[in-house]
Each structure stands twice: as C-alpha cells, then as structure tokens.
C-alpha cells in the first residue's frame, strides 16, 4: 500500500508565491512519474506538471513560467514552486505518484489566491 500526503496550501495573496510538497510513502515499487493536478469548485480536475523518473518535466499552458516541479527522489518526494500566483490559480492541488503498478491520489491541499 501507497500513503501520499500532500503539504504547503494556504492563502496568499495575488503575486504571491508558495511551495507545495508531495511524499510517497509505504511500500513503493519503481515510481515512473509523479504529477500535480488542480480542482476548482464545479470544474474538472486539470493537469497542472509532471516529472518522470529521468526528471524530464511538462506544464500545463497556463503555468508555464510560473511554476516550477521538482523532485527529491531519495524522498520520494514531488514539489511544485508556484510564483506569480493568480486567483485563477485557487483550487485544490492534488498529487499523483504513478508506480509500475497502480497510480495514487494524495487527498489534496488548497490553495487560495486573494486580496
């Protein structure tokens, strides 16, 4: 079995920046890709960044430049550096640690981006 916690949320204010982060815990085969999605209330849940195990990355559009994936592989840890945040950018940030067997969800974190 695969835990995966989610840490970082809060409120900031439009500009502002925060930095989440990811653990994978338990017993963890090969992780091939861990990755960052986002709900707003009454929207689809979205892709937001992606970091494979050779540490390639994608973003979506509409955080390229803003925001930044990393990975602590030792850890098993994902992180997503978010600057210049928008209130567009308010949602709940959930991760996903994709393994060789099965992709798991975290129970995610919010985030609120206001004045």
């Known amino acids: 079995q695969v835990q995966v916690m989610e840490s970082g949320g809060g409120l900031v204010q439009p500009g502002g920046s925060l930095r989440l982060s990811c653990a994978a815990s338990?017993?963890?085969?090969?992780?091939?890709?861990m990755r960052w999605y986002r709900q707003c209330p009454g929207k689809q849940r979205e892709f937001v960044a992606r970091?494979?195990?050779?540490?390639?990355?994608n973003y979506a559009d509409s955080v390229k430049g803003r925001f930044t994936i990393s990975r602590d592989y030792a850890k098993n840890t994902v992180y997503l550096q978010m600057n210049s945040l928008k209130p567009e950018d308010t949602a709940v940030y959930y991760c996903?640690?994709?393994?060789?067997?099965?992709?798991?969800w975290g129970q995610g974190t919010q985030v609120t981006v206001s004045s």
């Open positions: 996903n640690v994709e393994t060789t067997i099965y992709a798991y």
């Open positions: 338990g017993t963890i085969s090969t992780i091939n890709a």
């Open positions: 970091i494979t195990g050779g540490g390639f990355t």
